[in-house]
Protein backbone atom coordinates (compact mmCIF):
# COMPACT_ATOMS: atom_id res chain seq x y z
CA UNK A 1 0.00 0.00 0.00
CA UNK A 2 1.11 2.96 -0.55
CA UNK A 3 2.55 5.46 2.20
CA UNK A 4 3.51 9.12 2.38
CA UNK A 5 4.20 10.39 5.78
CA UNK A 6 5.47 13.81 7.14
CA UNK A 7 7.44 14.19 10.14
CA UNK A 8 4.71 16.28 12.09
CA UNK A 9 0.98 16.64 12.06
CA UNK A 10 0.91 20.02 14.14
CA UNK A 11 3.46 22.47 14.64
CA UNK A 12 4.20 25.70 16.74
CA UNK A 13 7.00 28.14 15.68
CA UNK A 14 7.83 31.29 16.48
CA UNK A 15 8.44 34.13 13.82
CA UNK A 16 11.84 34.10 12.91
CA UNK A 17 12.50 30.18 13.19
CA UNK A 18 14.21 28.26 10.89
CA UNK A 19 11.48 25.41 10.09
CA UNK A 20 12.24 22.10 8.85
CA UNK A 21 9.27 19.86 7.52
CA UNK A 22 10.41 16.04 6.28
CA UNK A 23 8.67 13.69 3.94
CA UNK A 24 9.03 10.64 3.44
CA UNK A 25 7.60 8.05 0.57
CA UNK A 26 8.05 4.22 -0.08
CA UNK A 27 6.76 3.75 -3.28
CA UNK A 28 9.87 4.78 -5.00
CA UNK A 29 8.88 7.90 -7.16
CA UNK A 30 11.04 9.79 -8.59
CA UNK A 31 8.55 12.92 -7.73
CA UNK A 32 8.09 14.97 -4.86
CA UNK A 33 6.38 17.57 -3.82
CA UNK A 34 5.35 20.63 -1.77
CA UNK A 35 2.03 22.34 -1.68
CA UNK A 36 0.35 24.87 0.62
CA UNK A 37 -3.45 24.71 1.34
CA UNK A 38 -5.58 27.94 2.65
CA UNK A 39 -9.16 28.50 2.81
CA UNK A 40 -9.87 30.26 -0.75
CA UNK A 41 -6.57 29.69 -1.91
CA UNK A 42 -6.61 25.94 -2.15
CA UNK A 43 -3.50 23.87 -3.03
CA UNK A 44 -0.27 26.20 -4.36
CA UNK A 45 2.52 24.37 -5.35
CA UNK A 46 5.68 25.88 -3.49
CA UNK A 47 8.60 23.38 -4.93
CA UNK A 48 9.13 20.08 -6.56
CA UNK A 49 11.38 17.82 -7.03
CA UNK A 50 11.89 15.08 -10.17
CA UNK A 51 15.25 13.29 -9.01
CA UNK A 52 17.44 13.00 -5.92
CA UNK A 53 19.13 16.89 -6.22
CA UNK A 54 16.75 18.17 -8.47
CA UNK A 55 14.29 20.71 -7.54
CA UNK A 56 11.85 23.07 -9.54
CA UNK A 57 10.36 26.20 -8.28
CA UNK A 58 6.56 26.16 -8.17
CA UNK A 59 4.27 29.11 -8.39
CA UNK A 60 4.81 30.59 -4.44
CA UNK A 61 8.87 29.66 -3.77
CA UNK A 62 9.16 32.53 -2.19
CA UNK A 63 10.89 32.44 2.00
CA UNK A 64 11.07 28.69 1.19
CA UNK A 65 13.69 26.26 0.15
CA UNK A 66 14.02 22.46 -0.26
CA UNK A 67 16.34 19.29 -0.25
CA UNK A 68 16.44 15.99 -1.84
CA UNK A 69 19.69 14.24 -0.26
CA UNK A 70 17.68 10.93 -1.02
CA UNK A 71 15.02 9.22 -3.07
CA UNK A 72 12.54 8.75 -0.47
CA UNK A 73 13.10 11.83 1.20
CA UNK A 74 12.07 15.94 0.43
CA UNK A 75 12.28 18.48 3.12
CA UNK A 76 10.66 21.82 3.23
CA UNK A 77 12.54 24.62 4.72
CA UNK A 78 11.33 27.89 6.31
CA UNK A 79 14.50 29.88 6.20
CA UNK A 80 12.81 32.48 8.58
CA UNK A 81 9.06 31.57 9.55
CA UNK A 82 6.64 35.03 9.21
CA UNK A 83 3.09 34.57 10.55
CA UNK A 84 1.71 34.77 6.57
CA UNK A 85 3.55 31.43 6.22
CA UNK A 86 0.77 30.00 8.92
CA UNK A 87 -0.84 27.48 6.58
CA UNK A 88 -1.43 22.94 6.22
CA UNK A 89 1.52 21.86 4.40
CA UNK A 90 0.91 18.79 1.98
CA UNK A 91 3.72 17.01 0.49
CA UNK A 92 2.68 14.05 -2.35
CA UNK A 93 4.53 12.15 -4.61
CA UNK A 94 4.46 10.49 -8.00
CA UNK A 95 5.41 8.32 -10.72
CA UNK A 96 5.29 10.99 -13.34
CA UNK A 97 5.45 14.77 -12.46
CA UNK A 98 2.28 16.07 -13.50
CA UNK A 99 0.55 13.43 -15.65
CA UNK A 100 0.07 10.39 -12.93
CA UNK A 101 -1.62 10.18 -9.58
CA UNK A 102 -0.31 12.07 -6.85
CA UNK A 103 -0.30 10.44 -3.67
CA UNK A 104 -0.49 12.68 -0.38
CA UNK A 105 0.42 12.53 3.14
CA UNK A 106 -1.76 13.64 6.02
CA UNK A 107 -0.15 17.13 5.89
CA UNK A 108 1.38 19.40 8.43
CA UNK A 109 -0.64 22.16 9.98
CA UNK A 110 1.74 24.59 10.97
CA UNK A 111 1.39 28.05 13.07
CA UNK A 112 3.62 30.81 13.32
CA UNK A 113 3.44 33.15 16.06
CA UNK B 1 -10.03 34.66 -15.58
CA UNK B 2 -8.05 32.11 -13.14
CA UNK B 3 -7.13 28.86 -15.22
CA UNK B 4 -9.51 26.83 -13.21
CA UNK B 5 -13.04 27.53 -11.78
CA UNK B 6 -14.29 25.40 -8.81
CA UNK B 7 -17.35 26.76 -6.86
CA UNK B 8 -16.21 26.63 -3.17
CA UNK B 9 -19.44 25.74 -1.86
CA UNK B 10 -20.36 24.47 0.86
CA UNK B 11 -22.85 22.08 -0.90
CA UNK B 12 -25.41 20.36 1.34
CA UNK B 13 -27.60 17.30 0.35
CA UNK B 14 -29.92 14.77 1.81
CA UNK B 15 -28.30 11.12 1.90
CA UNK B 16 -29.59 9.57 -1.38
CA UNK B 17 -29.33 12.01 -3.65
CA UNK B 18 -27.57 13.01 -6.85
CA UNK B 19 -24.87 15.24 -6.35
CA UNK B 20 -23.08 16.85 -9.73
CA UNK B 21 -19.95 18.99 -8.57
CA UNK B 22 -18.28 20.96 -11.93
CA UNK B 23 -14.79 22.79 -12.88
CA UNK B 24 -14.38 24.84 -15.56
CA UNK B 25 -10.77 25.90 -17.34
CA UNK B 26 -9.61 28.19 -19.92
CA UNK B 27 -6.71 26.30 -21.09
CA UNK B 28 -7.77 24.20 -23.65
CA UNK B 29 -4.59 22.45 -24.02
CA UNK B 30 -5.28 20.79 -20.55
CA UNK B 31 -5.19 17.00 -21.21
CA UNK B 32 -5.09 15.15 -17.92
CA UNK B 33 -7.99 15.19 -15.56
CA UNK B 34 -8.68 14.66 -11.94
CA UNK B 35 -10.64 14.61 -9.14
CA UNK B 36 -9.12 14.32 -5.50
CA UNK B 37 -11.17 13.95 -2.14
CA UNK B 38 -10.40 15.25 0.63
CA UNK B 39 -11.76 14.03 4.05
CA UNK B 40 -10.76 16.98 7.20
CA UNK B 41 -7.80 16.90 8.34
CA UNK B 42 -6.22 14.54 5.57
CA UNK B 43 -4.09 14.69 2.44
CA UNK B 44 -6.29 14.25 -0.81
CA UNK B 45 -6.88 11.06 -2.54
CA UNK B 46 -7.41 10.50 -5.97
CA UNK B 47 -10.92 9.49 -6.82
CA UNK B 48 -10.70 9.28 -10.51
CA UNK B 49 -8.50 9.86 -13.54
CA UNK B 50 -9.56 10.49 -17.50
CA UNK B 51 -7.86 11.43 -20.50
CA UNK B 52 -9.77 13.52 -22.95
CA UNK B 53 -13.21 13.94 -23.58
CA UNK B 54 -16.40 11.25 -22.25
CA UNK B 55 -17.38 9.54 -19.54
CA UNK B 56 -15.41 7.23 -16.68
CA UNK B 57 -17.62 5.44 -14.25
CA UNK B 58 -16.69 3.64 -11.14
CA UNK B 59 -19.16 2.36 -8.90
CA UNK B 60 -21.50 5.12 -8.07
CA UNK B 61 -19.15 7.91 -9.31
CA UNK B 62 -18.57 8.71 -13.01
CA UNK B 63 -16.47 11.60 -14.23
CA UNK B 64 -17.40 13.56 -17.20
CA UNK B 65 -15.37 15.98 -19.70
CA UNK B 66 -16.58 18.13 -22.67
CA UNK B 67 -13.70 19.60 -24.11
CA UNK B 68 -15.49 22.15 -26.17
CA UNK B 69 -17.36 23.52 -23.26
CA UNK B 70 -13.97 23.39 -21.57
CA UNK B 71 -16.03 21.52 -18.50
CA UNK B 72 -15.69 18.49 -16.36
CA UNK B 73 -18.40 17.07 -13.88
CA UNK B 74 -18.02 14.81 -10.98
CA UNK B 75 -21.67 12.99 -10.52
CA UNK B 76 -22.29 10.83 -7.17
CA UNK B 77 -25.23 8.93 -7.23
CA UNK B 78 -26.95 7.58 -4.16
CA UNK B 79 -24.84 9.57 -1.93
CA UNK B 80 -23.79 9.01 1.22
CA UNK B 81 -22.27 10.73 4.83
CA UNK B 82 -19.05 9.19 4.27
CA UNK B 83 -19.02 11.28 0.86
CA UNK B 84 -19.00 14.51 2.57
CA UNK B 85 -15.73 15.71 2.37
CA UNK B 86 -14.29 18.47 0.19
CA UNK B 87 -13.48 17.61 -3.54
CA UNK B 88 -11.13 19.12 -5.81
CA UNK B 89 -10.34 19.12 -9.84
CA UNK B 90 -7.23 19.09 -10.92
CA UNK B 91 -6.32 19.25 -14.74
CA UNK B 92 -2.87 19.36 -16.30
CA UNK B 93 -1.39 20.09 -20.10
CA UNK B 94 1.89 19.69 -21.64
CA UNK B 95 4.03 23.34 -20.36
CA UNK B 96 6.68 22.46 -23.16
CA UNK B 97 10.27 21.47 -22.64
CA UNK B 98 9.20 17.91 -21.25
CA UNK B 99 7.47 19.37 -18.37
CA UNK B 100 3.29 19.34 -17.33
CA UNK B 101 1.77 21.71 -15.54
CA UNK B 102 -0.50 20.86 -12.78
CA UNK B 103 -3.66 22.91 -11.73
CA UNK B 104 -6.17 22.24 -8.93
CA UNK B 105 -9.29 24.07 -8.45
CA UNK B 106 -9.81 25.77 -5.26
CA UNK B 107 -12.43 22.37 -3.98
CA UNK B 108 -16.18 22.61 -3.18
CA UNK B 109 -17.32 21.31 0.37
CA UNK B 110 -20.03 18.77 0.52
CA UNK B 111 -21.48 17.94 3.07
CA UNK B 112 -24.32 14.59 2.82
CA UNK B 113 -27.07 14.77 5.53
CA UNK B 114 -28.53 11.30 7.08
Known amino acids: DVKVTQSSRYLVKRTGEKVFLECVQD?????MFWYRQDPGLGLRLIYF???????EKGDIPEGYSVSREKKERFSLILESASTNQTSMYLC????????????FGPGTRLTVL | QKEVEQDPGPLSVPEGAIVSLNCTYS??????FMWYRQYSRKGPELLMY????GNKEDGRFTAQVDKSSKYISLFIRDSQPSDSATYLCAMSAYSGAGSYQLTFGKGTKLSVIP
Open chain 1, 92 to 103: ASSLATFTDTQY
Open chain 2, 50 to 53: TYSS
Open chain 1, 27 to 31: MDHEN
Open chain 2, 27 to 32: NSAFQY
Open chain 1, 49 to 55: SYDVKMK
